[in-house]
């Protein structure tokens, strides 16, 4: 009979770690060194130039009048990060990420008899070598 222990897993941040807010992905590869790449990225607009109309009553004077000012603005995808999947960690990663999104959903569209518990519990997603790899939160009673 297999002996089970808990182990605990320190968290650290790189020093160039930065946290941001993406609005897509993208899904390269798999490349020729074995990885699938993830581009996280957000829509945003940004604006290169104000064309605003002016006049000149003397040589050296101009009067712009901003009030009719008109933008331009160009719509840009900005690129967030790029993480590095090997390919054979992508079906831990996709299922992974697959239960987050059903917990996402059940989280976010409350049934009935659940609006009362407020308590979560963790499901602890575990690879095929059973290595436990980390805590995913489900709601009681509800299998991820």
Known sequence: MAQTSTKSILHVRPAHFVSAVATGIAVTGPTDDGFVHLHFFRETQ??????????????????????????????VREEVAVISIPVGRLPFVSTALNKAVRFVARVMAPSVGQRGESRGTAETITESSQRTVGPVPTRPGVTA
Request: overall charge negative; proline content about 10%.
């Open 46 to 75: 940004r604006i290169t130039n104000d064309d605003v109309p002016s006049r000149s009553s003397a040589p050296n004077e101009v009067e712009l009048a901003w009030g009719h000012a008109e933008p331009n603005i160009h719509l």
